[in-house]
């Protein structure tokens, strides 16, 4: 590759209130791999607004051993809510903003961003997303780095046949790519994606965050709803893919048998707002003015949960949906499609109630089962609990993801990397 020239990215440093009893008290390191120096790792990223990709990055980030990972951040676009919280860690952050995946100016950034990593000295590279993956791997492969990864955290079902073909060119650059499911690895597989390796990690919850004391009386009075009256809601970005119109039309026949329930659409209604003025259409047409609240975007998930009696997740497509593992740490009973790797964390019947896609008889049903049979919100909102405080903790998804950081720079470099003490 010829000499690289440095670029001008910009930059910037109940129960459900205890942990099971059988919830692995794992120490951050123990048993995982380090190298004898620090890793130089980057993450690549669309932007730091709110979001389950998002949201995931900046906890995986902060969790890892800074004496073993010397870490860096880039991005297409350097906005979003969670900024102030990677500037708080005083992390590097580059942006790379382009206006199109094509073109002269796009390849110029490209150019720019594959001699940063030769400057750095980045050893691993880890791209998630679409817009991540096609940007920044071709770039990675040209500068030399050792451990090119590409993440692939939904089906895909929302994208085109271009953007399929394209992502699998890309996905081929890459010496590893993670998933969050195993559903994600079969959709894949299905759409002939020809990739090296592929490794299932699941997202991991900071679950102590949900260890939250109350019934999210304040949360209810904000809303202007008594504290008794049953809340069922959403936690999701106001996105068709994720199937609030379903949601919309079940609440409707719920509606008609408990006439004191109120629904919440809790999320960021600014990245879609013609799908959020239909939303609201639709609100109108279904009668629901005075029963549904669109809250738009809030940091203070934890206390929301505490006012929720049933989460419900109506999505089209998904990988592991960060929402609903958050509504399951919180003891909170769960209604979930059956799309993407919701299969993988509700079990029907135990662990929450299970529904196909785009049925929103079979969703009201699902909800109505949950509010009239409290004994069985409750087993499944602790059942979910369990799982989610045992399997899917933060600290489980850091120690996988960094030894499989040092397990590939070990194979593609031949350096031996020892267990850290």
């Known amino acids: 590759m010829p000499e690289c020239v440095a670029g001008s990215g910009s930059s910037a440093g109940t129960s459900a209130l205890t942990p099971p009893v059988d919830a692995p008290a794992v120490a951050p390191g123990v048993g995982v791999e380090a190298a004898s120096e620090r890793i130089r790792l980057l993450k690549f990223v669309t932007l730091f607004a709110i979001g389950g990709t998002e949201r995931q990055v900046v906890n995986l980030a902060k969790g890892m051993d800074r004496a073993r990972v010397d870490l860096r951040l880039a991005c297409l676009n350097r906005v979003g809510e969670l900024l102030p919280e990677c500037d708080a860690e005083g992390w590097s952050i580059t942006e790379y903003r382009i206006h199109r995946l094509y073109g002269y100016e796009t390849l110029k950034r490209q150019w720019e961003f594959a001699c940063h990593l030769r400057r750095d000295g980045i050893q691993v590279l880890h791209t998630y997303g679409f817009y991540p993956n096609v940007f920044a791997l071709p770039a990675a492969r040209a500068a030399g780095v050792p451990v090119v990864i590409g993440s692939v955290r939904d089906t895909g079902n929302v994208w085109s046949r271009w953007q399929h073909e394209i992502h699998k060119i890309c996905l081929r650059l890459a010496t590893h790519v993670i998933v969050n499911a195993e559903a994600v690895r079969r959709d ?6 020809a990739v090296k390796g592929i490794t299932v990690i699941p997202n991991g919850i900071d679950c102590e965050r949900f260890r939250v004391p109350g019934s999210g009386e304040a949360v209810r009075r904000d809303w202007g709803i008594p504290l008794r009256v049953p809340v069922v809601g ?29 629904f919440v659409l809790v999320g960021d209604t600014k990245i879609n707002e013609a799908y959020r003025d239909h939303l609201k259409r639709l609100v109108a047409a279904l009668g629901l003015q005075d029963r549904v609240l669109f809250t738009g975007f809030r940091m203070d998930v934890p206390q929301l949960l505490r006012a929720l009696t049933v989460s419900v997740l109506p999505s089209l497509g998904e990988g592991l949906s960060n929402a609903l593992l958050e509504s399951m740490a919180a003891g909170v009973p769960v209604v979930a499609t059956t799309a993407g790797g919701n299969p993988e964390i509700v079990e029907d019947g135990v662990t929450g109630l299970l529904v196909p896609p785009a049925d929103a008889a079979a969703l009201a049903s699902a909800i109505c089962r949950l509010l009239e049979t409290p004994a069985l919100a409750a087993r499944c909102g602790e059942a979910g609990r369990r799982l989610v405080w045992t399997q899917y903790s933060l600290e489980q998804a850091v120690i996988r993801t960094e030894r499989l950081y040092a397990d590939l720079l070990r194979e593609r470099s031949g350096r031996r990397w020892r267990p850290a003490a």
């Not at 959403?234 to 006439?259: E, I, T």
């Open 188 to 193: 894949l597989m299905r759409r002939g994606y």
């Open 234 to 262: 959403v936690l999701s970005r106001l996105l068709p893919q994720k199937g609030h119109d379903y949601f919309l039309q079940a609440a409707a026949v719920v509606a008609a048998r408990h006439p004191d329930v109120r």
